[in-house]
């Protein structure tokens, strides 16, 4: 049995920290959470969490934190997420992922803190050439939100090697999904995430969906992509975490997907299945910069953790993103 030590949970307020948080708690390690709440809710973090409202990049609030929880790992989830923001204003990228990371990890660093768990993403490989995607397909990211994770991952390598720390960079594919229990979810007005506007469509807060593209290289010629639920990505974290303290010798760079993928029709046919109702869709081009297909290889994920994923299945990540949404109405009386 993995002794159980103090994690900090950047982002915690968020749509997958939140999940993160629950996941430890739930197999019972302490957890605290900081978040500066620019896109998260105080209210996703469960009563119980001690909370610190601020900045990752706040050395002498994360040195407090570091010292008040005995804090001995650190999931980092906290950062900007919108790629098409990324395009338009690069620099707060490069600021909010990657210089707040730096400083971030200095102080974590500086505290000794020996684990580090960081959210990456599938975006770092940009258009690859090959699907499924191992983690070796080369990384050429298109985009500053990638580029700005990428070289995220880089300072990891090089702290790790430098430091008494290891780390796991974990590399999303596309998350989607609620807590079956209900007790979070993604929250964030004006996503755009597919599975997310869909549900929006099926309960009337939006008129319909767009399918950005018909003339992809795929079976039905919208883009494909690899869905995996939150909970079991937030499971993931868990098991790595429990991998990085029993080998403190190793680090570890993974793809978290289920390997297979499913089109934008298939993903809204489902949608309706699940509602026994029609969203309305509407063909549209193509959005800059999406790839035709994206699939990741997870035989390393599946190979290093004992990772079972227990909600890979289409229909059950959209009942549960919809559950979510019906309550998130509630939540905010619409
Ligand atoms: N959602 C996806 O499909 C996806 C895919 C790949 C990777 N990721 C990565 O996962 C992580 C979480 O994404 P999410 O979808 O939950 O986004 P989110 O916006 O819901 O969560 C980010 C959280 O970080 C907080 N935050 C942002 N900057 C901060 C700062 N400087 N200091 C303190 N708190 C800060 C926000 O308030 C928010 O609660 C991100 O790092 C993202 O890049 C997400
Ligand atoms: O209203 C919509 C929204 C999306 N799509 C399509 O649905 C698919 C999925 O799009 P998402 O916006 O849900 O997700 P992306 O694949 O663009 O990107 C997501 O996954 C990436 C990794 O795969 C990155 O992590 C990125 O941050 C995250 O937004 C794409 O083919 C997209 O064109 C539509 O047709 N209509």
Redesign the pocket.
Known sequence: MTTKLPVLVTGGAGYIGSHAVLALQDAGWPVAVIDNLVTGFRWAVPEGVPFYQGDIEDGDLLARIFAEQGIRAVMHFAGS???PESVSDPLKYYHNNTAKTRALIAAAVAAGVPHFIFSS???T?GIPEVSPVTEDTPQRPINP??MSKLMTEFMLRDTAAAHPMNFCAL??????GADPQGRTGQSTAGA???????GEAALGKRAG?????TD?DTPDG?????YIHVSDLANAHVLALEHLIAHPADSLTMNC?YGQGY??LE?LDAVDRVTNNKIVRTL?P??A???DS?ISDNRRIKATLPWVPKFADLDLIVRHALSWERKLGEIRGE
């Open positions: 997420v919108v790629v993403t599938a975006a490989y939100y990638g590399r999303y594919f596309n998350v989607a755009t995430h597919l599975i997310k506007v869909a969906v767009e399918v950005f593209g992809f919208t883009g494909v992509r690899d997907g089109s934008v993903v549209s193509r959005r910069g999406d790839p994206l």
